[in-house]
């Protein structure tokens, strides 16, 4: 990107200098405006007219020492508006002449709704149109509230295709089920070590998890002379242009979709039906048309965070000193495979490379291996903020540091002298695990009713380290401070990586302390917040110590990667507290 912006400067000033009749060389830039000679150009201006352009060879880049903005702490300029609540986001969207809709959605998985009487719904106040098209049913009204009141009054059947209750699932999500591939395989199988020693497992489970975000899904469509124009907090414009025209037999050209701030999105907002549905709406009623879910639906119709289990082993040497060889074997729902951004490449790879994302074990100095299975599962699973990082990390980093208490290690050291200096990221990884180390004062011993939990990823090629400080109050986990350590290249914005750490943080005690769905004859639950319980601000640690560290010189991912040590750096320090090591999450004490 910074050779293809200098090379486009360059042809900038070339052009300028041409039509300014001076030498490139005498130009100065500043503002978008070259300036030489006592004559000025803006670069709109230089561009006016231009067809042709010569493209010179990739100019030598600026030092980095010449940085005007780059690794300085420069302020977001949409911050205001996000924290004094402008209506910046999708839902806040609006057109004149505007109606409202309700859309019918399912309320139960892998079932077919039939028989549809939607009578007494076009008998309700303020309907303007009951619309049946292309595989939905919604109700469009003069104002929101009519038109969810008549939503609610059309009837259907349901007919399930097979009675699903949560022991199902977690029968179905089970190493050894679904279709098996080999992601790692340096060395023996740790049954086939050689050498006299025990063999130690332990296995994980992690549960179905919501988005939960605060704005729920929906779209705001103006249809019109052939043309569709959609307001909507989305994630992915062009697949919702391009999904948009396909569904209403309409030209790319022809849609036009303004995206609008994520009133959260975390994945959620990649799956973008909503606009279609918006759109044929419009269409069908001639006026703009704005459709939301509500809460209900959106927990009901989320594309969910897959469960996991995962199969965990070691070998130890005879003394019960060493560990010889590790192996880590998992099971998944999907992830990348059927999602908005699936290429359709899942009979080529089998493995869904956004549940193996953290399943690789980064301990290349012992024998190891890693095997996934991907299971299918009767309800939509996708992209939740780190994909599978979050659940394989937690089963990894919490049987290393069982490894480390069963072999009388340290964790940190033992962590250290596992991984070699043979690849750039390893090297990384181990300087983030010194420095976090070092930061927090880790130790591994309980003081006064406090204790530390430590944990380590690579994601995407970013090093994040956690030292978690946490007591057991009323019975429950508090987490008091965290400390992270993060190399993610170069921080264009040190700040704005920073919050990006808290926020991941955050987001993963929610996670790790909370979070999870039920299943109960076929329907999802619980429907609303409360119920389904997230952490608040008082469960937010009073510190959080965020270290940077540059192991290169570009920039490398930010937001996901420090979501994948929290809650095995949890589990670390609670086991230190209790002396039980908690193999599920969300955490629980007995």
């Known amino acids: 990107l910074r050779e293809m912006a200098a090379t486009l400067r360059a042809m900038l000033q070339s052009k300028a200098a041409e ?9 100065g830039l500043a503002d978008g405006v070259f300036s030489g000679g006592g004559k000025t150009m803006t670069f709109g201006e230089v561009v006016d007219g231009v067809e042709d352009w010569e493209i010179p060879d990739t100019p030598a880049l600026k030092d980095r020492s010449k940085f005007k903005y780059i690794g300085k702490p420069v302020p977001r300029v949409d911050l205001h508006d996000k924290v004094v609540g402008a209506p910046i986001f999708g839902i806040d969207a609006s057109y004149p002449n505007m109606l409202h809709a309700s859309v019918v959605r399912s309320r139960l998985i892998d079932s077919v709704m039939s028989n549809f009487d939607t009578s007494e719904a076009e008998q309700m106040p303020g309907v303007v149109k009951v619309v049946k098209e292309n595989g939905f049913i919604g109700v469009v009204a003069k104002t929101h509230v009519e038109a969810d009141n008549a939503r609610r009054k059309i009837k259907f059947d349901y007919t399930p295709n097979k009675t699903w209750n949560l022991q199902d699932i977690k029968d179905q999500i089970k190493v050894g ?16 070590i050689d050498g006299e020693g025990e063999i130690f497992q332990l296995e994980f489970r992690t549960p179905i998890g919501a988005h939960a975000q605060m704005e729920p899904n929906g779209a705001v469509a103006n249809y019109k002379d052939g043309k569709v124009e959609i307001k909507l907090s989305t994630q992915v414009p062009k697949l919702t242009r391009d999904e948009v025209a396909k569904a209403l037999g309409l030209s790319n050209d022809d849609v036009n979709i303004i995206p609008t701030f994520l ?24 006026q703009p048309v704005k459709s939301f879910f509500d809460r209900k639906q959106e927990f009901q119709n989320d594309t969910f965070r897959p469960p996991t289990h995962h199969a965990m082993k070691a070998k130890l040497s005879a003394d019960g000193k060493q560990v010889l060889g590790i192996e880590h074997q998992f099971a998944s729902g999907d992830t990348l495979f059927n999602s908005a951004l699936d290429p359709g490449v899942a009979s080529v790879v089998r493995a869904d490379i956004g549940s193996i994302r953290g399943g690789a074990l980064i301990y290349n100095g012992l024998p190891h291996r890693t095997t996934y299975y991907h299971v299918a599962l009767p309800f939509a699973t996708s992209f939740w903020r780190s994909l599978g990082l979050l659940a394989n990390t937690f089963a990894i980093e919490s049987f290393m540091d069982e490894l480390a208490l069963k072999t009388g290690q340290d964790p940190v050291q033992m962590r250290l002298a596992s991984i070699k200096d043979e690849d750039p990221f390893s090297v990384r990884a181990k300087k983030v695990i010194e420095a976090c180390a070092k930061t927090a004062g880790y130790t591994d011993k309980v003081v006064g009713n406090r204790a530390m939990g430590f944990a380590a990823c ?30 993610c290249g170069v921080a264009v914005n040190p700040d704005q990586v920073r919050a990006q750490v808290e926020g991941c943080i955050c987001m993963g005690i929610s996670a790790t302390l909370y979070e999870k769905m039920d299943l109960k004859d076929n329907k999802l639950y619980p429907i609303n917040y409360g119920a389904y319980q997230m952490a608040l601000m008082r469960d937010s640690p009073k510190e959080i110590d965020v270290v940077l560290i540059e192991g290169a010189d570009v920039p490398g991912p930010v937001g996901e990667p420090p979501l994948g040590p929290i809650g ?18 969300p955490l629980s004490l007995g």
Request: aromatic letters at 2%.
């Open 19 to 27: 039509k300014l009749g001076v030498a490139a060389g005498s130009l």
């Open 177 to 192: 089920n679904g279709k098996k591939t080999i992601i790692q395989k340096e060395g023996k199988p740790v049954e086939d």
């Open 263 to 286: 009133g959260g999105g975390f994945g959620r907002r990649l799956h973008t039906p909503n606009a279609v549905q918006a759109a044929l709406l419009s269409k069908a009623v001639g």
């Open 458 to 487: 690579i994601d995407g090629g970013s090093p994040c380290a956690q030292v978690v400080e946490v007591s057991i109050e009323n019975n429950k986990i508090k987490v008091h401070k965290v400390t992270a350590a993060f190399d």
């Open 568 to 585: 095995a750096a949890i589990g670390n320090a609670v086991r230190r507290l209790t002396g039980e090591r908690l193999v599920k999450l």
